[in-house]
């Protein structure tokens, strides 16, 4: 080979290793551009439900300072008075929709009463052996036994109440070759009863819904949900008397429940109640099962900006401290 042919195929090596080396730094360049948008993207949606959330909570705080026993209905109202896009107001949860132009995106977030569901921590035997009943299928042994290893979970003790295998909590969870014992503290969290011996995915998903471990531990008897209520009161005349009350009052909040201790009397003067009934209802309020306040709401919703989503749940107090607070990222 000559001396020019050797030139030229070094030449041509030279350019195209060049080539290769221009088109890879491009990809690499073109994947960081791609990567710090997605970066931007998802700290966008962070903001906006930041953002949401302080916005929300702060309507809280203001409701909250001026009427504490009747937030949850007052918050309804403000929303109503300022137009704001209200959805479902009967079932007590409010939409939020907002839009924001720095960050290029928007934001639905839906606001309800985490007080309208059953507190696992301050709920008694027979209303949960109940509930349980009512949305998994279980029999009344079966619905028994799950509810007494609720219970068990909970209190301090080591008992087992009911005496049919054994009458010591750890060792009914050690016979099944479990290798943890009862927790005996309170829930910190509802998917904790997954870990209760008895419980499998079918119960746990039939109550989810109707229960939470966040509020002051009283059902509010303005929101919760009839599924709720009806295993509470257990008396089908005093359900349908509530029910009345709650619908007759429904757009006139100032009517509705205001004070733990006038509940009783004020289903009286306005449905007329038995002295069976009565009885029953005044009983609830005392044990602290029923009240009319809320201090724990839920805000769930999504934020979309260009190409990424973000899904949020959260709940917060009256305070507004974040008692809970969950996000998720997707690229849509
Ligand atoms: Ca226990």
């Known amino acids: 080979m000559d001396k020019k042919g050797s030139i030229f195929i ?15 730094i491009g990809k690499t360049a073109h994947m960081r551009i791609k990567f710090s948008g997605a970066i931007e993207n998802r700290n966008n949606i962070y903001h906006m439900i930041n953002s949401g959330i302080d916005a929300i909570s702060g309507e809280i705080i203001l409701e909250s300072l001026k009427e504490p026993v009747l937030l949850f209905p007052y918050v309804v109202k403000k929303a109503k008075d300022e137009q704001l896009k209200l959805v479902r107001a009967m079932d007590k949860n409010i939409n939020y929709n907002y839009s924001f132009d720095v960050f290029e995106g928007q934001l639905f977030l839906k606001v309800s009463d985490e007080q309208s569901k059953i507190n696992i921590n301050n709920i008694g035997y ?4 109940r509930i349980i009943k009512d949305t998994s299928g279980l029999d009344e042994e079966q619905a028994q036994e799950i509810s007494y290893s609720i219970i068990d979970w909970v209190d301090e003790d080591n008992e087992r109440p009911l005496v049919k295998v054994v009458s010591n909590e750890d060792l009914y969870y050690k016979l099944d070759n479990i290798p943890y014992k009862p927790k005996n503290d309170k829930f910190e969290a509802v998917e904790e009863l997954l870990l209760i011996k008895g419980m499998t995915t079918n119960v746990y998903e039939g109550i989810e819904k109707y229960i939470t471990v966040y509020g002051n531990g009283k059902v509010n008897i303005n929101t919760c949900s009839d599924v709720v209520l009806k295993n509470i009161v257990n008396d089908k005349t005093l359900f349908d008397k509530i029910k009345s009350f709650r619908t007759k009052y429904s757009n006139d909040v100032q009517n509705l429940f205001d004070n733990d201790r006038t509940i009783t009397k004020k289903l009286k003067e306005n449905m007329g109640l038995q002295p069976e009934q009565e009885k029953i209802l005044q009983e609830l309020v005392n044990q602290g099962i029923i009240g009319v306040d809320t201090n724990a709401f839920r805000v769930t919703g999504i934020a979309v900006s260009k190409n990424f989503l973000g899904e949020v749940d959260c709940v917060v107090d009256d305070q507004g401290n974040r008692l809970f607070f969950f996000e998720d990222f997707i690229s849509i």
């Open 126 to 129: 027979d209303v949960l052996k």
């Open 10 to 24: 070094i030449t041509m090596w030279t350019v195209l290793f060049l080539s290769i080396l221009a088109v890879s």
